[in-house]
């Protein structure tokens, strides 16, 4: 049984940092692109960012660009999401995904999801 678990989430002022993990079971992690989403209250899930297998491709939404990172280690079976310079905008429950791609981050071929950790920036 697959699952993917969200670590690292909780209640931090604007300006600054939190590190996100997700730790995964049941599949061969090296086989899989991951990729962050996140869905704020009362909007759609939006996408965050991806990693490819092998950690040499990455892709990260806009609204986080140079201020949040993605990485993985596949050694630990883990995919992380480096949090820094956060807003009030960027409360929203993440959740972790996998796929067969890169092209998760377009909503394709997502095999997999967690359950989510609920990120909380106070003004």
């Known amino acids: 049984q697959v699952q993917l678990v969200e670590s690292g989430g909780g209640l931090v002022q604007a300006g600054g940092s939190l590190r996100l993990s997700c730790a995964a079971s049941?599949?061969?992690?090296?086989?899989?692109?991951m990729g962050w989403f996140r869905q704020a209250p009362g909007k759609e899930r939006e996408f965050v960012a991806a990693?490819?297998?092998?950690?040499?491709?990455?892709f990260h939404a806009d609204p986080v660009k140079g201020r949040f990172t993605i990485s993985r280690d596949n050694a630990k079976i883990t995919v992380y999401l480096q949090m820094n310079s956060l807003k009030p905008e960027d409360t929203a429950v993440y959740y972790c995904a996998s796929g067969s791609s890169v092209n998760i981050r377009e909503g394709y071929g997502i095999d997999y999801w967690g359950k989510g950790t609920l990120v909380t920036v106070s003004s």
């Open positions: 990693i490819s297998q092998s950690g040499g491709l990455k």
């Open positions: 049941g599949l061969t992690f090296s086989r899989y692109a």
